[in-house]
């Protein structure tokens, strides 16, 4: 049996719901954890790339040393372009 939904206090409900859905992302984005909504970096100049480990932290790594973090982070432009940290190569996101 379908339940009944008062639309304007479900609504409501769900806003609340969405809005700590997005809290909680950004404050896992802050403290280093996955980063949703975008694939992970790679430098084709210098191979500085991103990774995510097992429990979700998110790292910038070289090649030579995969899942150590090196504590560098690339920077993102206002075109949709990122520069990466070490050789200020820039790095473009194909959109999905």
């Given at each position: 049996?379908?339940?009944?939904?008062?639309?304007?206090?479900?609504?409501?409900?769900?806003?609340?719901?969405?809005?700590?859905?997005?809290?909680?992302?950004?404050?896992?984005?802050?403290?280093?954890?996955?980063?949703?909504?975008?694939?992970?970096?790679?430098?084709?100049?210098?191979?500085?790339?991103?990774?995510?480990?097992?429990?979700?932290?998110?790292?910038?790594?070289?090649?030579?040393?995969?899942?150590?973090?090196?504590?560098?982070?690339?920077?993102?432009?206002?075109?949709?372009?990122?520069?990466?940290?070490?050789?200020?190569g820039?790095?473009?996101?194909?959109?999905?």
């Amino acid at each position: 049996m379908a339940k009944k939904f008062d639309s304007d206090h479900d609504l409501h409900h769900l806003r609340d719901l969405a809005g700590q859905v997005e809290s909680y992302r950004l404050q896992a984005e802050k403290l280093g954890r996955l980063q949703a909504g975008r694939p992970l970096l790679e430098c084709l100049s210098c191979g500085l790339r991103e990774d995510e480990l097992a429990d979700l932290t998110f790292v910038v790594c070289t090649m030579d040393e995969p899942g150590i973090d090196t504590g560098l982070r690339f920077a993102e432009g206002e075109d949709g372009t990122w520069m990466c940290p070490a050789c200020q190569g820039l790095v473009q996101i194909a959109p999905t």
